[in-house]
């Protein structure tokens, strides 16, 4: 399996265009579906697994997956070396956002597909059996949800589904039953952050059960001031009122930061200005930058250029910095393995001057 | 009085020729003398250090001072407008090192007279009745005490010196008695500042009976790792000695912060180079920087040109930043008051941005 020749182009929800997008870097809408007549993936046989595994490679030929359709297997082999090799790779489709930490992390036959522009993908033996996972640029929760339906309908004609008549579709997880649904949208939030008003956000997000999460879901830390807020339950909701509920919450927090900006601008242009146009400037020279300075960097840039205080820099070649900067990307493009953190700090400086040079 | 028009070229100490420029920015020799028959500065009335100031005013129209002779009456006025555009000026010829502090802050008739290119001055009604000043490039020690003995040798025919036939040259404080010889080097030591090492230099100076003094001599702090070196003793030695004896020191000093910066450039190269491209990207790009930062960006842009890891920045134009960035050449530049720290600091980015730009 080459992952090489698409690594390059970020994927479709990095492009930084679509509705709200000053605010809003992707939506995303993820179904839990488990197959009839398996066990749940968490206490099936790797046999089990692997026949599963087997089904999905099967049935991803025919899936709308997009322009060009990758099946990856992620299932660790025998020898030791191809191991590491997959480790890369299924580092790197989670810092792509391909798949979940569980899946990358986890043990046992397991797999994803998807589509070369990544809009759209399937991880198999997740927590549940089947994940169709839709991303889309800026706030496009419907979008994405016409995504994952369209790849949802396929597939049902290709698998058999674990449905009950009374709690919609089974899920391994609880909180996942009934429509099997979550929708998050991540968030860029470096004005909030900065006024040091995400507390609020937190709470205002309890008190209306959404999650608030890191730039890696669930477990993550933030990164780059990027937080993700998605529903936490789907059982006895439909689709459209988990959509909507999201929905009407965000304009919220939309209107907080964008506030929040306004009023840093207006009263302290001075200062935001020189933390963008130093963000840049140094991105731009250092010769060693750690993982976490570069998101947070990044995000200052992202600020300067969504506020309209810095021009000639191109949001999505920048939304990709987001993604390349991270320890397996960075491997992947050196070619070679970066095994110091003193390696990888020097070829991500190196990446960051040759992407955001002027 | 105009000061305007000589302020933006730096003086003729800050071109970064001479010997041993990559450390020693500067060597100073300064010779303290008194006039016969007033009491010592500090104990005159303001009518005999009126009288003083007004001899030294036209002993200088023929004294050898340079290419333009400037003479600046800095007694305080009466109406308080006028007191605080002197108060400017004062601050500024301190600022360029003309002055010292003493003559800047003190009461009283006072005065300075000074040559346009800066190599050399004489502070009247300081600490004594008269201070010559002589400032080169680079270590040249031996060079400013050839400029202060013409001026010297010039004063004496044109006014009576206080001499002792058993002392010397008689003076204020005890510790200038003798030839009233006070010299100095001014050393930028960043390597050592930065490998913690100054403890050792402040050690072997006063082992030595050497004072180590900061950026602005007695009584200031260290400043973008620029140390003065001094002697501190006068009595009974002749001019030649205490000359010998700071030549003799020098080089122990010299070669350690030489060590040291190829020490770190053979072993932390990136880490310099990191340390030395961020700061002349920030001081390129930043939007508002305070002096003590900005002297600290300066130096590591020093530290880059002096090892070779930095080409294109001219040394003289950096080292006349080293003065231009101080709050009363930013407000003369301005044209108009700076009265916020906020003002001043956006001033000096702009200034930092402009003169740096590539």
Same mark, same amino acid.
């Given at each position: 399996?080459?992952?090489?020749?698409?690594l390059t182009?970020?994927?479709?929800?990095?492009?930084?265009?679509?509705?709200?997008?000053?605010?809003?870097?992707s939506?995303?809408?993820?179904?839990?579906?488990n197959?009839?007549?398996?066990?749940?993936?968490?206490?099936a046989?790797d046999?089990q697994?692997?026949?599963?595994?087997?089904?999905?490679r099967?049935?991803s !030929?025919?899936?709308?997956?997009?322009?060009?359709?990758?099946?990856?297997?992620?299932?660790?082999?025998g020898?030791?070396?191809?191991?590491?090799e997959?480790?890369?790779? $299924?580092?790197? &489709? /989670?810092?792509?956002?391909?798949?979940?930490? !569980?899946l990358?992390?986890?043990?046992?036959?397991?797999?994803?597909a998807?589509?070369?522009?990544?809009?759209?993908? #399937?991880?198999?033996?997740?927590?549940?059996h &089947?994940?169709i996972?839709?991303?889309r640029?800026?706030f496009a929760?419907?979008e @994405?949800?016409?995504?994952?339906?369209?790849l949802? #309908? @396929?597939?049902?004609?290709?698998?058999?589904?674990?449905?009950?008549?009374t709690?919609?579709y089974? %899920?391994?997880?609880?909180t996942?039953v009934g429509t099997?649904?979550?929708?998050?949208v991540m968030? /860029?939030?470096?004005? &909030?952050?900065h006024?040091?008003?995400?507390?609020?956000v937190?709470?205002?997000?309890s008190r %209306?059960?959404?999650?608030v999460?890191?730039?890696?879901?669930?477990?993550?830390?933030a990164?780059?001031?990027?937080?993700?807020?998605?529903? +936490?339950? %789907?059982?006895? +909701?439909?689709?459209?009122?988990? =959509?909507?509920?999201?929905s009407?919450?965000?304009?919220?927090? &939309?209107?907080?930061e964008?506030?929040v900006?306004? /009023? =840093?601008?207006?009263?302290?242009r001075?200062? #935001?200005?020189?933390?963008?146009?130093?963000?840049?400037?140094?991105?731009?020279a250092?010769r060693?930058?750690s993982?976490d300075?570069?998101?947070?960097?990044?995000?200052?840039?992202?600020?300067?250029?969504v506020?309209?205080?810095l021009?000639?820099?191109?949001?999505?070649?920048?939304?990709e910095?987001f993604?390349?900067v991270?320890?397996?990307?960075l $491997?992947? +493009? @050196?070619?070679r393995?970066?095994?110091?953190?003193v390696?990888?700090? %020097?070829?991500?400086?190196t990446?960051?001057? +040759? $992407?955001l040079?002027?």
């Open positions: 399996m080459e992952l090489t020749d698409f182009p970020g994927g479709e929800w990095l492009r930084g265009d679509g509705r709200d997008a000053d605010v809003v870097m939506s995303r809408v993820r179904l839990a579906r197959l009839a007549g398996f066990p749940f993936a968490t206490r046989s046999e697994r692997s026949e599963i595994l087997g089904k999905m099967t049935a !030929e025919t899936l709308p997956l997009g322009p060009r359709r990758y099946f990856v297997d992620l299932t660790p082999p020898s030791r070396r191809e191991s590491k997959l480790e890369l790779d $299924r580092t790197l &489709l /989670h810092e792509r956002h391909l798949i979940s930490t !569980e990358e992390k986890g043990k046992g036959p397991r797999g994803v998807f589509g070369s522009d990544e809009r759209v993908s #399937v991880m198999v033996n997740e927590e549940d &089947l994940r996972q839709a991303i640029s800026g929760l419907d @994405a949800l016409a995504d994952a339906r369209a949802d #309908v @396929a597939l049902e004609g290709a698998v058999r589904y674990a449905v009950s008549p709690y919609g089974l %899920t391994a997880c609880p996942n099997g649904l979550r929708a998050s968030l /860029h939030l470096p004005a &909030l952050v006024a040091q008003e995400m507390n609020r937190f709470q205002a997000a %209306t059960g959404l999650a999460r890191g730039f890696y879901g669930e477990g993550t830390k990164m780059g001031d990027f937080y993700q807020i998605s529903n +936490q339950v %789907t059982l006895g +909701q439909s689709e459209e009122e988990i =959509l909507r509920k999201l009407r919450m965000l304009p919220t927090f &939309l209107e907080y964008r506030k900006r306004e /009023h =840093l601008v207006a009263t302290y001075v200062k #935001v200005e020189d933390k963008v146009f130093r963000a840049l400037a140094v991105l731009r250092a060693t930058v993982t300075e570069a998101m947070e960097l990044l995000s200052a840039v992202r600020l300067g250029v506020t309209g205080l021009t000639g820099v191109d949001l999505a070649r920048l939304h910095l993604v390349l991270h320890p397996a990307h $491997r992947r +493009q @050196a070619g393995a970066l095994d110091t953190a390696e990888r700090d %020097t070829a991500r400086a990446l960051l001057r +040759q $992407r040079s002027a």
